[in-house]
C-alpha cells in the first residue's frame, strides 16, 4: 500500500477522492429523499431559491396551487432572473439578457426533490425541498 | 512501473463502483410518469400518465383536444359555439350532438340545484365585473333589472333538430362547468390512446383514471380555504378513478369597504352566496364534480347537504366559517388522518 501511494501522482489522488465524495453524495442524496419523502408532512414542501449559494426565498409549494402564476424576480450576478411557479411546479420563466446561453430557462419545470434549476453565469440555483411528494394532486 | 496491475485494478475499482452508483440513482430517481403542463382555460393544465411508449404522444393528443374543445365553449372567443348562440340571442341555433347535450346537462342540474347552478348567470357576471370589465359593487336596481334576463328555464330546447332559442338579452357563461367537461374529453382522448393510469389537473379539478403505475391509489389533497393556501391534513382522497372540484370563495373575489365579493354569484338573488368558504365534490367524471361544486356552494349548507346525500356515486365536504360537514359515503375514498 506503501509503494502504491508512492507510486500515484498528486492528480491521481486528487482524482480518487474527488471520485468518492461524488459517489457517497449520490448513495446518500437519493436515501435522505427516500427518507424524507415517506414523512407525513403533505403540502410542507418549499421551493428554495438560492442567490450565490445563500437561501434568498423558501416558498411553500403549498402556495403555488393558484390561478395565476407566481412570478419571483431575483436580482442576481448579471441581472434580474424572473421564476414562476404554478401548480407545485417551478421553472426558471426569464433569465437576464446578458445571459448569453439561458441554460437554466432550457431546464424547465421541476416539481419535486432531486432534480435542480441552475442559473451558473447568475448564480441562481432552484430546487424543491421534500414535503409535498406524498401528494400527486391538490384540488383548489 | 512498479505495480502497473494494481493501479489498473484501482482504476477499475472505481469505474465500476461509479457506474453502479449512477446506475442506481438513475433507479431511484426514475419517474414512473410522463408529465406535461401547459396553459389555457386561464390556468395551468397538467396530464400526467404511466411512462410507457407511445405515452408522450398521447398527452399531446389529449391536450390538443382539450385545447380546441376550451376553444368552442369560451364564450370570449368570437369563434366559439358559445359567442354565436349569445349573439344570436332571440333566433334558432343549430346545434352538434355533443355541444346539444352539454346544454341539456346544464338544464337538468339547473332543475336539480333548483336554479343555484345557471349558465345563463352571464349577465349578472358582467354586472359584478367577472366577465371582461372591472370588478365593482353595482346597485341594487342594476342587479334587479339585470336579473330578469338570468334564467336557464327561459332557454327553449328542440330535441327534433338539436337546436337552441335563447331570449335577446340573454347570454351563456359555461364557466361552471366548461373545465370539468373538457378535462373528461382529455380523459377520454388518453383511454382512446390505450393510457389507463392517468391525472388530469385543469385549475385544481381533477380526473384520474386507474391506479398510479406502482399500483397505489391517487393521493389527492384539498386546499384550506384561507390562510396561505396550506392542504387539509386530515382530509386526503385515495382515488383510483373519478373526479375532485372544489368551489372557494377564494378564487377570484375582490374587496370593497373591507367586505370579501366572489365570483360565485347566486343566479337567483344576483348576490354572492356567503354561507359557506368551500365546497369538494367527488363525482364519477369530472364535470359533474364541476357543477356539483359550484351548485352545492350557492344553494348553501342545508340544501346542498340533502342535494349530495339523495346522489348516487357523489361525495362532499363543506366548510364554513366554523364547522365541516362531509357526506356518509365519503369515508370509503376519503383518509381522515
Known amino acids: 500500500m506503501q509503494r502504491l501511494l508512492k507510486y500515484l501522482t498528486l492528480y491521481d489522488k486528487i482524482l480518487i477522492v474527488s471520485l468518492i465524495i461524488v459517489n457517497v453524495f449520490f448513495i446518500l442524496f437519493p436515501l435522505y429523499h427516500v427518507y424524507t419523502g415517506n414523512q407525513d408532512e403533505v403540502g410542507k414542501g418549499y421551493i428554495v431559491i438560492r442567490n450565490n449559494g445563500k437561501v434568498e426565498k423558501k416558498i411553500p409549494v403549498a402556495r403555488t396551487f393558484r390561478e395565476d402564476p407566481l412570478l419571483i424576480e431575483v436580482e442576481g450576478r448579471i441581472g434580474t432572473s424572473i421564476i414562476e411557479a404554478i401548480n407545485g411546479e417551478v421553472r426558471l420563466k426569464e433569465a437576464p439578457p446578458e445571459d448569453p446561453q439561458k441554460i437554466c430557462e432550457k431546464t424547465g419545470w421541476i416539481s419535486r426533490p432531486g432534480p435542480s434549476i441552475i442559473c451558473v453565469p447568475n448564480q441562481i440555483s432552484i430546487t424543491i425541498e421534500a414535503g409535498e411528494d406524498g401528494l400527486d394532486g391538490v384540488s383548489w | ?337
Open chain 2, 1 to 337: 512501473m512498479v505495480f502497473p496491475g494494481k493501479k489498473v485494478g484501482l482504476i477499475v475499482f472505481i469505474v465500476v463502483l461509479t457506474g453502479i452508483v449512477l446506475f442506481s440513482r438513475n433507479q431511484v430517481f426514475k419517474s414512473d410518469f410522463y408529465q406535461k403542463t401547459e396553459y389555457f382555460m386561464d390556468t395551468s393544465v397538467t396530464v400526467k400518465v404511466k411512462k410507457e411508449p407511445g405515452a408522450e404522444e398521447a398527452v399531446s393528443r389529449s391536450m390538443e383536444v382539450m385545447k380546441q374543445w376550451s376553444l368552442k365553449l369560451d364564450r370570449f372567443n368570437s369563434e366559439s359555439i358559445i359567442n354565436k348562440i349569445n349573439n344570436s340571442a332571440g333566433e334558432r341555433v343549430l346545434l352538434t350532438e355533443n355541444i346539444y347535450n352539454l346544454l341539456k346537462m346544464a338544464g337538468k342540474y339547473y332543475n336539480l340545484s333548483s336554479g343555484a347552478f345557471d349558465i345563463s348567470v352571464a349577465p349578472l357576471m358582467d354586472l359584478w365585473g367577472f366577465g371582461r370589465e372591472e370588478k365593482h359593487v353595482p346597485a341594487e336596481q342594476e342587479i334587479n333589472s339585470v336579473r330578469e334576463r338570468v334564467g336557464l328555464s327561459k332557454l327553449e330546447f328542440n330535441t327534433a333538430d338539436m337546436s337552441v332559442i335563447l331570449p335577446a338579452g340573454m347570454s351563456l357563461d359555461l364557466g361552471g362547468m366548461a373545465k370539468g367537461f373538457i378535462i373528461d374529453r382529455g380523459m377520454e382522448s388518453l383511454q382512446g390512446s390505450g393510457i389507463n393510469s392517468a391525472y388530469i389537473n385543469a385549475g385544481g379539478n381533477i380526473r384520474v383514471s386507474g391506479k398510479k403505475p406502482d399500483n397505489s391509489l391517487w393521493q389527492i389533497g384539498v386546499r384550506k380555504p384561507r390562510g396561505q393556501a396550506e392542504v387539509y391534513q386530515d382530509f386526503i382522497l385515495a382515488l383510483a378513478g373519478g373526479s375532485v372540484a372544489t368551489s372557494g370563495d377564494y378564487e377570484r373575489y375582490f374587496i370593497q369597504d373591507g367586505i370579501r365579493y366572489s365570483h360565485l354569484i347566486d343566479p337567483r338573488t344576483g348576490y354572492q352566496a356567503r354561507e359557506m368558504l368551500t365546497v369538494t365534490v367527488y363525482a364519477p367524471t369530472a364535470v359533474e364534480a364541476d357543477i356539483l361544486s359550484t351548485s352545492l356552494f350557492i344553494m348553501g349548507w342545508q340544501a346542498g347537504q340533502e342535494l349530495v346525500e339523495n346522489l348516487t356515486g357523489v361525495e362532499a365536504m363543506m366548510a364554513r366559517e366554523d364547522e365541516r360537514w362531509v357526506s356518509s359515503g365519503f369515508h370509503k375514498i376519503a383518509v381522515f388522518r
